[in-house]
């Protein structure tokens, strides 16, 4: 690789791919390949977060990832909290910043941040010492998923620069697309948007990305095909017809994945629309690497929370 | 095999810089061969079109065929006889039908129905929205594979500028235009004629000429934010076509068209006819400076296309109250006629322009085949006598409908063949 990875991470949070330099991309992705071995132990457990409370903090709806952190916490053998909307006292109405004062009352050494609002990790980074982790902010940002989502492209073609990388789907309403452009942009691979241009926010092209209105285009030579999840509720047809018309014209088919490069790799930030966006021949196939990913996730998880550790205990700027 | 050779004529082919005396082999479907003298094969026929002009088929880019659902005002055989009696050798048929053209079962429908006849092509126009009810995208893309080739929620705007902008945006991944029926409806309030002088004088009541400028207004700015293609349906106003004139100088993707009774009547004839509702048509006949300026548009480039805006009615429909007839007039077999007298020997435009208006420019605004006669393209053409004097007859309509506020009118210059598919489909007497 051409990029060196940092010694350690400059900031006492992960917030966002925007925020982070290519070294540091490069060193948490190091990282993230050291600690996957633990997985494989009989014992999946080592002490480097003991003593260490995190909180998870899930202001949306979230299984898997709210899953993975958890893993990637008690494997770092890590004290964990979870709070999520539904059965917390943001229920009741009270701010995301009072809510974050009394957490901060218990000390906390880290907050695992999922909220449907854009820029509430970034708020909170700046009013509690402790070092947050956004796990998903509105259509901003989800870090972690771009991170393993690469982590995942340099496991199978040993780079990322170079790398041709669709992303297709609805770009407008995704972060895990924003994230990914952004780190796959820093780290030199060549990323390709398809969606109708009713999915595709406006000035798209300024973010690095080459942009398709039809899918076929887009696959030729790709190396890394990643569909993005449909997300129904967000659409009231009026960004496009039908999930019938979408299959049609933007799922990955077996068909289509033909014109990809031929050891092309199929990925899905899930949860998958199986029939929409995406065949399950293919889904299912031998190109695809969706469980994988969600292996890797783990990993990164773990390496950002042992690489954060590095920097604990610095105070926020302006706490 | 089929050979047809039309020896004589002035060919007039915008889309080649032709206008010179020459001959067209048509062979197969196809333009065969053009040039001065021609020697055809022994088998072939020959049409001598002396003193005539020989121009790539006309296109009707905006007609109403109302089959499925409205046949009793018109199917799509009696409107593809109205058609190539009209000179059209293709027309594009709007989606207001019953079942609406919303779903590819219904284009294709039309389209089989259109080769069953066999007479002009006919090219569907399917819906913006489900049901053209203004609320949901329909499925475009299946659509324009089963044939479609524009969408248009036609005699209905779309109100919801959001669901505008989405289909503007959308339609650009099928690469097909969409037609927008530019109507405030709160603006035009009901209103029957064209907002002005000659309402208040007669009393009828009003449609303001903003209803139409201020959804071109938003759909230009909505077309010049997502580079998707807008086609203006039917403009009529001098502050439509302004607008319309200074988008395409900013570079906007749009094309736009203007019906044949709008540079050919004014509200004064709305008022001469007595409250015959064969005069009501939405947009309504414009005041006289409305009508120079569409004519001033046509001269300079800023439309794209003269249509038929063919609206057929029941005679049953349209002899009741003006207040009370929908509205719509019938333009296939008139629109080339009005060309002709109006623009031709009103000496608004000349011959290589009304071609263009007529085939070359639509064609190219819908990317239809045709508009040209290169050799290999489609053997479409439409024969004009420019001199041919007859009298608007609508008894003699091969259309189903009758509502013409052209019935008795003398016109000179008309189609006198019409030719598809390198077929002679319709003659003049």
């Not at chain 1, 202001?59 to 898997?64: A, K």
């Not at chain 1, 690469?150 to 992303?167: D, N, P, S, W, Y």
């Not at chain 2, 997502?226 to 403009?235: F, K, N, S």
């Not at chain 2, 003699?396 to 013409?404: H, I, L, M, V």
């Amino acid at each position: 690789m051409s990029i060196e990875a940092a010694a350690a991470l400059s900031s006492k949070d992960v917030i966002g791919i925007a925020s982070l330099e290519p070294m540091e991309i490069e060193l948490i992705l190091n990282t993230a390949e050291e600690l996957l071995e633990v997985a494989r132990r009989p014992i999946k457990k080592v002490p480097a977060l003991r003593g260490a409370t995190v909180v998870n903090l899930f202001m949306e709806p979230s299984t898997r990832t709210r899953f993975s952190f958890e893993v990637a916490e008690k494997r770092l053998s890590a004290d964990t909290l979870n709070f999520s909307a539904s059965t917390s006292s943001v229920s009741k109405g009270e701010t995301l910043v009072d809510t974050a004062r009394n957490l901060m009352a218990m000390a906390p050494d880290y907050i695992v941040i999922r909220h449907p609002n854009v820029g509430a990790p970034h708020r909170l980074a700046s009013v509690v010492p402790a070092s947050i982790i956004n796990a998903g902010d509105g259509i901003n940002e989800h870090p972690s998923q771009a991170l393993l989502d690469a982590f995942t492209m340099r496991q199978h073609f040993g780079r990322l620069e170079g790398l041709k990388v669709v992303i297709a789907g609805d770009i407008r309403h995704s972060r895990v697309a924003r994230s990914n452009v952004f780190l796959l942009e820093k780290m030199g691979a060549e990323v390709r948007f398809a969606a109708p241009a009713s999915l595709l926010p406006v000035g798209v092209e300024e973010l690095g990305a080459a942009t398709f209105l039809r899918l076929e285009p887009a696959l030729e030579g790709a190396d890394v095909v990643m569909m993005l999840r449909i997300q129904r509720e967000r659409q009231k047809n009026v960004n496009f017809p039908s999930l019938r018309e979408y299959y049609d014209f933007f799922a990955l088919t077996p068909e289509r994945l033909e014109l990809a490069a031929p050891n092309a790799v199929v990925m899905h930030p899930g949860p998958m629309n199986r029939g929409v966006e995406i065949d399950s021949l293919v889904a299912d196939g031998p190109r695809s690497v969706i469980l994988e990913q969600v292996t890797n996730g783990v990993a990164i998880r773990m390496a950002i929370l042992y690489l954060l550790a590095g920097g604990r205990g610095e105070q926020a700027a302006d706490s | 095999m089929s050979r047809l050779l039309i020896r004589n004529g002035r060919v007039v082919d915008p889309s080649q810089d032709i206008d010179q005396g020459m001959d067209i082999l048509l062979e197969d479907g196809r333009v065969a061969g053009l040039g001065e003298r021609l020697e055809g094969p022994g088998d072939v026929e020959i049409v001598d079109a002396a003193g005539l002009v020989v121009a790539p088929g006309f296109i009707d880019l905006h007609t109403h065929l109302r089959e499925p659902g409205f046949e009793y005002k018109e199917t799509i055989e009696t409107g593809c006889r109205a058609a190539v009696a009209g000179g059209f050798t293709a027309v594009c048929c709007m989606a207001n039908t019953d079942p609406v053209n919303d779903d590819p079962s219904v284009t294709r429908f039309i389209r089989e129905r259109a080769s069953e006849v066999g007479l002009a092509r006919v090219y569907p126009i399917g819906a913006i929205s489900k049901g053209c009810l203004g609320e949901e995208l329909a499925e475009v893309g299946e659509m324009v594979r089963a044939g479609a080739v524009a969408i248009s929620d036609d005699c209905r705007p779309v109100v919801n500028s959001l669901l505008m902008r989405r289909a503007l945006e959308y339609a650009r991944s099928f690469e097909v235009p969409v037609a927008a029926h530019a109507e405030d409806i709160d603006l035009s309030d009901g209103g029957l004629m064209h907002e002005g002088a000659v309402s208040t004088r007669i009393g009828l009541k009003a449609l303001s000429p903003v209803a139409e400028e201020v959804m071109v207004a938003r759909d230009l700015l909505l077309a010049e934010r997502t580079g998707g293609h807008l086609h203006l349906c039917h403009l009529s106003t001098a502050a439509s076509l302004d607008a319309v004139r200074t988008a395409k100088a900013r570079g906007v993707l749009v094309t736009c068209e203007v019906a044949s009774h709008h540079f050919s009547l004014t509200d004064e004839d709305v008022a001469a006819a007595n409250y015959d509702p064969n005069w009501k048509t939405n947009p309504p006949l414009r005041a006289a400076g409305d009508v120079a300026a569409v004519r001033q548009a046509l001269a300079d480039g800023t439309v794209d296309a003269i249509v038929s805006n063919h609206a057929p009615h029941h005679t049953d429909e349209k002899e009741i109250d003006f207040s009370e007839a929908p509205f719509g007039i019938v333009g296939l077999e008139t629109a080339v006629s009005l060309a002709l007298d109006r623009l031709l020997h009103g000496k608004v435009l000349g011959f290589d322009r009304l071609v263009r208006l007529f085939s070359t420019a639509p064609a190219r605004a819908f990317k239809l085949p045709g508009g040209t006669l290169r050799v290999g393209a489609p053997a479409d053409v439409t024969v004009l006598d420019p001199r041919r004097r007859h009298t608007v007859d609508p008894t003699r309509f091969k259309s189903k409908s009758r509502n013409t506020p052209f019935a008795g009118l003398k016109l000179r210059g008309g189609p006198v063949m019409t030719i598809v598919d390198g077929q002679v489909v319709w003659r003049a007497d």
